[in-house]
């Protein structure tokens, strides 16, 4: 299978289902519920970060708010203290030092505490329709398990080979696709191999079923 058959496929499945998983309305909300994303799930990102958007109107009485408060909301998701020092460190950055506004690079995103370069990208691909190759965790594991990487392969290796095979113009929908399928059926743990098209080019089902 090559790569482009294998994005043209999930397209053809999943573009009338997939979603971000995550809704927002503004820049403030969008920079909580990334924050908040890393090993989260998605209904966990979703209703946290809607009660932190309720609880704190805007950065500036998000970074004034007790640090023990924003724990208590968002206790619920994995890593919540680390993620709580995260959310008032961010605010308090980009309410004093950007005076409110959203940088529109990569790098200076990434002056945020809390956000990553999978973050970063994936705000300029959601709100500046960038076109972005945005690589996390499901995004790997699938391309892994399909043998089109290897799984040492790094990410700046994994970057410079899609981006030889994917027209440009569809980076961000054609990672997020990969990564959607991840995590919907091609799961860590348990994945739905019963419902995958792709089970004879998988390296992990041809394991576990050639035992
Ligand atoms: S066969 Fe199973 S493990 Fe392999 S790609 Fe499909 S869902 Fe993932």
């Known amino acids: 299978m090559v790569l482009k058959k294998f994005v043209e496929s999930l397209s053809d499945k999943y573009s009338n289902s997939y979603t971000e998983g995550f809704t927002y309305s503004s820049d403030y909300e969008l920079i909580i519920k990334l924050i908040l994303s890393p090993r989260a799930l998605e209904h966990k990102i979703e209703f946290l970060g809607n009660l932190i958007v309720s609880s704190y109107k805007d950065y500036k009485s998000l970074a004034?708010?007790?640090?023990?408060?924003?724990?208590?909301?968002?206790?619920?998701?994995?890593?919540?203290?680390?993620?709580?020092?995260?959310?008032?460190r961010a605010a308090f950055y980009i309410s004093n030092t950007l005076d409110n506004k959203i940088?529109?690079?990569?790098?200076?995103?990434?002056?945020?505490?809390?956000?990553?370069?999978?973050?970063?990208?994936?705000?300029?691909?959601?709100?500046?329709n960038a076109e972005e190759?945005?690589?996390?965790?499901?995004?790997?594991?699938?391309?892994?398990?399909?043998?089109?990487?290897s799984s040492n392969s790094k990410n700046s290796e994994i970057e410079n080979w899609f981006k030889g095979l994917i027209s440009q113009n569809i980076?961000?929908?054609?990672?997020?696709?990969?990564?959607?399928?991840?995590?919907?059926?091609?799961?860590?743990?348990?994945?739905?191999?019963?419902?995958?098209?792709?089970?004879?080019?998988?390296?992990?089902?041809?394991?576990?079923?050639n035992r």
């Open 133 to 149: 190759i945005i690589i996390d965790t499901h995004f790997k594991r699938v391309l892994k398990r399909l043998n089109f990487i």
């Open 64 to 88: 004034m708010a007790p640090l023990d408060d924003i724990e208590e909301i968002i206790r619920p998701v994995g890593f919540f203290n680390q993620k709580a020092i995260r959310l008032k």
């Open 171 to 209: 980076h961000s929908r054609s990672s997020n696709l990969i990564s959607y399928f991840g995590k919907k059926i091609c799961l860590n743990k348990k994945p739905k191999c019963e419902f995958c098209q792709y089970k004879r080019f998988c390296n992990f089902f041809s394991s576990v079923h």
């Open 103 to 128: 940088p529109n690079t990569t790098y200076e995103l990434m002056k945020i505490p809390g956000i990553g370069v999978k973050s970063a990208r994936k705000y300029l691909s959601l709100r500046l």
